[in-house]
């Protein structure tokens, strides 16, 4: 074993070799820089693939680049991984079922400092770095916002060289790769593996057994110690794959562990003797099945089954990982609160809770009343909606069958609970039903949070105070010391750094560079709002954004886009409270008036929809084929098709939002008052200068705050009437159709035969949804006012000056959203590291 001196020795070795890789990217890279890097990539391409530099193929430029950046990063990665396990600082643990990281080529190089040497490097060789990186598939280990922010905040952790991992799934096909057919979503797997993956490394000596179903024998031996013995139980082998994720500057990366299943026999070799080939792999088939895909369609038992495994796959891996570690680094189990910080994204993780207790219980000889101390001490919850299908429930039938141990610590949890809040609300036989953690055959993941964490959070200060008076209430009357709002945020470096490189280089030549890993210096750009010439470098950026996303949309999506015009961007995951039908119920308005003859001075403007609709809400993938038709009723007539274009973006992920986030003009962010928590595109837009229309929801409250009400463009029905109106029981939607015109001719599209379809079919359910069945997100409610607001964004927009200037405090304000002053919140409010 090396000697303590000897580790540091290496670690200063390793830490000084990082840091002469590191190079400023203001300056140009030295020609000895880039002939080493040139000679790395070169012989990586012969040992790898045993060809040439020169008769390589893109694919292969691409691995062995990026097998050369990820030397860079094992060499510290191992080194001051080692050391910060041993040092005895905390370490954030971050669960979460999804990570959308997107690729990691171009954000590493930014993050190394070395993105200007591998440009030239590439170039000398005939080879663009730009064509380079389009080898490289986005990670298939997230859907939406909830998996954007785990990988911005391990971006942050790993910049302020905070000990940080994340653990998720590594699903093999990840969500879906969406195709639009006919008009229509068609799921289709994603292969993102397919090229290989270069920045994971599998951990064999990293495996945990994992059980399912069977039955649970509870022996008490005379002095009170507990045996559990399992019967007939399923084992399912969790192989971790350990990814490290590039902060800026910094010598500590983030671990992103993945854990992949597999399955204890792998062929049964009688069976396939025998001819049965089918059969013979049938068991490591199912059980492989964990991590085949996120969120598995789960409108049938059998899917959700699937999701309860595989959530309690990603947390029994996990917990046991855990605690084995700190057996092996700290001994004392007892000290483990004070060296981890677990943080529960959403209810997906919450089996986290009663699968550290079992452990603490089962194997580790803990009583019942230290393991709950240990575990409101260690772990933490983050709820990230309100809506009522993410508050998982499962059927208390399914969890005994499945997890019958797990199953009996939850009755023993609510149990106990119930006693203590009738003690303390004697008689209201209500409230105790509202906490309880098993009620009416289900179990609520949510309530298991909030009774068992140290600390819950919303994430916004509006979605924090909907969880204290609203979600939540009988818990923050019982436990309000407990609750807070930490507002959600996105990292400057993705998203700015390697995303819109234009506008970072004018940052950069204006303020300096400091903004990369200070979140407060980009504020130094607001005076320069009022500067003409700054104004003038800030539009032509903005132009060759778009004429570059038109490139790219040509050349991955084979669809065309007019870079001239103004770009009107709505790009979130498909719901119903996200109003996409809003939107194109009023790009049917414009239409309606344009041909009319009302319209008269409509600016040409393009309409991008980014959005995939989970595989099982038919009403949502009904929309994605409303604005499909709509695209093609607008580009049938001439007076519309080069004025009022309708994009639907194919396949929207971390790359495709890179591109449409800097082209965009405006920015949708129009979802139902008090039902976004938070949203992270909003904050995207924002810091490329791209103007907000929206509503009083999420973030964007604290976005109006921060820019003022002159540079953003709000609109509708705020919580306090919606809460209002529910309770008056006073909406009425048919009667608000039919008191406007404009309204009223758009809701007759939907069933008069109007709008083109592949096979005639027509959206009555879409019509009765908003007209006879209660329009519950309140869509014609709100349209209106959103008609009368995109009017005044037309006006403002065709003031150049007033336009740009607004768009440069929005940049200059967005610091405050970056994803390192929220690890800051939470450092101070809640991990206490």
């Known amino acids: 074993m090396k000697s303590k ?111 200007d040497t591998y440009a030239e490097a590439l170039a000398q060789m005939g080879y663009d770095l730009g064509d380079i990186e389009e080898q490289e598939a986005d990670a298939g280990l ?17 910049t302020l060289g905070l000990p940080a991992m994340g653990c998720g799934i590594r699903y093999e096909y990840g969500f879906f790769r969406q195709e639009i057919h006919d008009g229509q979503q068609v799921e ?29 024998e509870e022996i008490w031996s005379e002095d009170g110690t507990l045996k559990v013995v399992y019967h007939d139980a399923q084992s399912i082998y969790a192989e971790a794959c350990d990814m490290p994720i590039v902060g800026y500057e910094s010598k500590l990366p983030a671990t992103l562990r993945l854990w992949r299943a597999r399955a204890p026999q792998q062929l049964d070799l009688a069976r396939f003797n025998q001819g ?39 947390v029994s891996a996990t917990v046991q990982s855990l605690i084995d570690a700190h ?42 009343e230290e393991a709950v101390d240990m575990t409101a001490r260690t772990f933490n919850y983050t709820n990230h909606t309100i809506m009522p299908e993410a508050l998982e429930k499962w059927p208390a039938s399914t969890m005994k069958r499945l997890l019958p141990r797990v199953y009996r610590i939850l009755e023993t949890i609510d149990a106990r609970f119930r006693e203590r809040i009738w003690a303390k609300y004697p008689g209201d036989n209500d409230r105790v039903n509202r906490m309880a953690i098993i009620q009416g055959g289900q179990v609520r993941m949510a309530n298991l949070c909030v009774l068992l964490s140290g600390h819950v959070n919303g994430v916004s200060q509006l979605h924090g105070q909907i969880l204290r008076t609203s979600l939540f209430r009988d818990f923050y009357t019982a436990y309000p010391e407990r609750f807070s709002g930490i507002t959600n ?6 998203w700015l750094g390697v995303a819109n490189p234009g506008l970072r280089r004018l940052v950069n030549d204006t303020i300096g560079e400091g903004f990369m890993k200070d979140w407060r210096k980009i504020a130094e750009l607001e005076p320069y709002a009022q500067d003409a010439a700054f104004r003038k470098e800030f539009e032509k950026v903005k132009a060759q954004n778009k004429v570059d996303f038109a490139d790219w949309l040509s050349k991955s999506r084979h669809a065309e886009l007019n870079p001239n015009t103004i770009i009107d961007a709505q790009a979130k995951r498909l719901h119903e409270y996200k109003r996409q039908l809003m939107k194109a119920l009023h790009i049917l308005s414009l239409y309606d008036r344009i041909v009319s003859g009302e319209l008269t001075d409509m600016q040409p403007t393009t309409f991008v929809f980014a959005a995939k609709a989970a595989p099982g809400y038919r009403r949502a993938k009904d929309i994605i084929r409303l604005i499909n038709s709509i695209s093609e009723l607008v580009a049938s007539d001439e007076r ?69 009400p002159d540079n953003i463009f709000i609109f509708g029905a705020t919580v306090e009437d919606l809460a209002r109106i529910k309770a008056e029981h006073s909406y009425n939607p ?73 768009a440069i405090v929005n940049t200059a304000k967005a610091g405050y959203f970056s994803s390192d002053r929220a690890i800051e919140d939470y450092c101070e409010q809640i991990w206490k590291l």
């Open 327 to 368: 057996k092996r680094h700290y001994g004392d189990l007892r000290s483990l609160p004070d060296k981890i910080a677990v943080q529960i994204n959403d209810t997906h993780p919450a089996l986290a809770i009663p699968e550290f207790i079992r452990i603490l219980i089962d194997e580790e000889g803990f009583t019942w």
């Open 188 to 216: 289709v797997p994603d292969y993102w593996t397919l090229g290989g993956d270069v920045w994971s490394v599998e951990r064999a000596d990293r495996m945990f057994e994992v059980k399912f179903g069977g039955h649970v």
């Open 5 to 115: 001196k000897n580790e540091k020795q290496l670690y200063k070795q390793i830490s000084k070799k990082l840091e002469t890789q590191i190079e400023k990217e203001g300056g140009k890279p030295s020609d000895k820089k880039v002939a080493e890097v040139r000679e790395q990539i070169e012989a990586r391409v012969r040992r790898e693939f045993g060809v040439t530099a020169e008769n390589a193929v893109d694919s292969q430029i691409y691995q062995a680049t990026a097998l050369c950046v990820r030397d860079v990063v094992m060499d510290v990665f191992a080194a001051e991984r080692e050391r910060s396990q041993t040092s005895g600082d905390k370490c954030v643990i971050y669960l979460c079922a999804e990570f959308l990281i997107g690729r990691a080529l171009s954000n590493n190089l930014v993050n190394l400092g070395l993105y």
């Open 640 to 708: 519309t098709r080069d004025l009022i274009p309708v994009l639907f973006l194919e396949n929207y992920d971390v790359t495709a939002a890179q591109h449409l986030v800097a082209a965009a003009d405006i920015s949708e962010q129009i979802s139902t008052a008090g039902l976004e928590a938070s949203g992270t595109g909003n904050m995207k837009f924002m810091l490329y200068g791209a103007l907000t229309l929206g509503t009083m929801d999420g973030a964007n409250v604290e976005i109006a705050e921060q820019v003022g």
């Open 734 to 806: 048919a009667a608000v159709a039919d008191g406007n015109p404009r309204l009223a001719r758009v809701m007759q599209h939907l069933v008069d035969g109007s709008l083109p379809t592949h096979d005639g079919s027509r959206f009555d359910n879409l019509y009765h949804a908003l007209r006879n069945e209660g329009d519950p997100y309140f869509v014609m409610l709100d349209f209106a006012a959103y008609d009368e607001r995109f009017g005044d964004v037309m006006k403002a927009y065709a003031d150049r000056d007033r336009w740009l200037a607004s």
């Open 142 to 158: 997230g859907n939406g916002g909830l998996g954007r922010l785990a990988a911005c905040f391990l971006d942050s952790l790993s």
């Open 489 to 494: 945020s996105v990292t400057q470096r993705r």
């Open 276 to 314: 049965d080939y089918e059969r013979a792999t049938s068991e490591r088939d199912l059980a492989e099945s964990i991590s085949k895909v996120l969120y598995p369609e789960d409108s049938h038992e059998r899917g959700q089954e699937l999701r309860l495994r595989q959530f309690y796959f990603l």
